[in-house]
């Protein structure tokens, strides 16, 4: 885990986190098998659902980012399986 040192204000810092969820639309090979549909149904699911350049909105702003680096589709199928569960 990474430890943010942030100045004191008034240091010309930006003290800003910037959380950006949904750009990727990276699906590790090792979850692929928590998908029963084809490949080219989950690329239609994945242009559907990601949210296209969002990353792109914070490059350059000086603040922390925090970048989900898998698709939200993981998301969706760890919520299926644990529906009703407690986490």
Same mark, same amino acid.
């Given at each position: 885990?990474? *430890?943010? *040192?942030?100045? /004191? $204000? ?9 959380? @950006? $969820? ?5 699906? $590790? ?8 549909? =084809?490949?080219?149904?989950? *690329? ?11 990353? =792109?909105?914070? /490059?350059?702003?000086?603040? @922390?980012? @925090?970048?989900? $680096? ?7 199928? =760890? ?9």
């Amino acid at each position: 885990m990474k *430890n943010y *040192n942030f100045n /004191e $204000p008034g240091e010309g810092i930006n003290h800003s986190i910037i959380h @950006v $969820p949904h750009a990727s639309k990276f699906i $590790p090979d090792s979850c692929r098998d928590q998908f029963i549909i =084809s490949e080219k149904e989950l *690329n239609l699911e994945m242009a559907k659902l990601t949210d296209h350049f969002t990353d =792109s909105l914070v /490059e350059g702003l000086q603040a @922390v980012k @925090v970048v989900f $680096p898998y698709n939200r589709l993981l998301f969706y199928t =760890s919520m299926a399986r644990t529906k009703g569960k407690a986490i």
